[in-house]
Structure formats: C-alpha cells, structure tokens
C-alpha cells in the first residue's frame, strides 16, 4: 500500500536536546511539507520541499531544521533553540504543482520531560 | 498572504440531522480549496475539494458550495451519523502558491 509512513509516534525529549522526526513517503510525490498541529491553532506550515536538495521556510521555522537529499523522505529535527516543542506534528505529500491535496501521515507527538 | 476564518469552533447535532461548516478568505486569487476530517491521533484525511471554476460539488452527503464574489466556502454534511464526529478543516491554496493555508477548524459531536 502506498502511503507516508511518520516515526515515531510518540517522542519525548530533554532540555537541550535536538530530536529528528522521520517522514517517508511512497506516492512518489514530488512536495513534501511539515506542520505543527497546537490545540486550537489549526495546522501551521514549518518547512517544505518542492524537489531534492532545496526547501523553504515557512510561517514558524524558527527552532526547526530540514533535509531532502532523497525524494522519498523530509526529515524535521526540533532543536534545541525550540522552546516550546511540546505539539503534534504532521507530514504530508503532493504529487507535482497544482491544485492537487496534500496527504498527511498520522503524526508524531512531541513531549517535554 | 492568504488568511482563512473558520466557524464555527465546535458544533453539535443530533443524528441525522445536517451540519453546516464555514469558511472565509481572504486572496481573491485563491483558486484551491479542499476539506479534511481528522480523527483523534490521526493526520487528516481528505474528504472533498474544489477548485475555483466550480461553485458546488456533491459526494453522497457531504456537499461544498463556493462563493468567490464573497469569498467564503461551506462544508455541509447531510444525515449525519455518529462516525461523522470528528475536527474538520477547511483550506484555501492562493493562486501561484504552494503552500495551503488551513482554518482552525470545527469539533463536530453527532450525538445518537
């Protein structure tokens, strides 16, 4: 089955600690995108990646960093200068430029310890 | 940039009866926009979209109605069931961009 696959589920990190949250598709879609989901707040975008080797920001990149050296996968690392991590964050993927709907992975959910 | 209200907050019907979910924006070149039904611990799932030459579309029950001179799109769902219950989202994608712009979106509650 074809689908985009994010891990893990549950995550916890310290103070000071960078974690990487996987995100893997295999639509062979060519946009990736991450979102941050806070109670209340709706999805807001993070980063996102129209081909290999280039991304762009978005509306609250601060304290998050990408990659997308293969077409299949858009890693997100929460840095330690993310203050306040603790959400659910969402993948998704579309397949070229258009109109087209993006589909979501069913998120990782990030805690503080 | 794009900036989409959604109302209302949270909303509750019996089942059976219908729901009606609302959304403005605000580019006049957005040209996109879907809707999408999460589940508790899920991602969002896809449930209808359209695109700005078409002002309604239909899919057993649930229906979307745009309009672009008023900038404002609904969701409405029709004989609601208790597996209806869930947070939808509606999203508005501007013309040239990439990048969806999503509501805050609706906790619905179908009571039995």
């Known amino acids: 089955d074809g689908g985009i696959t994010q891990s893990p589920k549950y995550l916890f990190r310290k103070e000071g600690q960078n974690v990487t949250l996987s995100c893997e598709q295999n639509?062979?879609?060519?946009?990736m995108y991450w979102y941050r989901q806070d109670p209340g707040q709706g999805l807001r975008l993070i980063y996102y990646?129209?081909?290999?080797?280039?991304?762009q920001k978005g509306d609250i990149a601060e304290g998050y960093s990408v990659s997308r050296e293969k077409k299949e996968s858009f890693p997100l690392t929460v840095t330690s200068a993310q203050k306040n991590p603790t959400a659910f964050y969402l993948c998704a993927s579309v397949k070229g430029q258009g109109n087209q709907p993006q589909h979501f992975g069913d998120g990782t959910r990030l805690s503080i310890l | 940039g794009e900036n989409v209200e959604q109302h209302p907050s949270t909303l509750s019907v019996q089942e059976g009866d219908s729901a009606v979910i609302k959304c403005t924006y605000s580019d006049s070149a957005s040209n996109y926009f879907p809707w999408y039904k999460q589940e508790l611990g899920k991602g969002p799932q896809l449930i209808i979209d359209?695109?700005?030459?078409?002002g309604e579309k239909k899919d057993q029950r649930i229906a979307v109605t745009l309009n672009k001179t008023a900038k404002h799109f609904s969701l409405h769902i029709t004989e609601t069931q208790p597996e209806d219950s869930a947070v939808y989202f509606c999203a508005a994608k501007g013309g040239g961009s990439e990048k969806l712009v999503f509501g805050k979106g609706t906790k619905l509650t179908v009571n039995p």
């Open positions: 990646s129209q081909i290999v080797n280039d991304f």
């Open positions: 639509l062979n879609h060519d946009a």
């Open positions: 359209i695109r700005s030459n078409v």
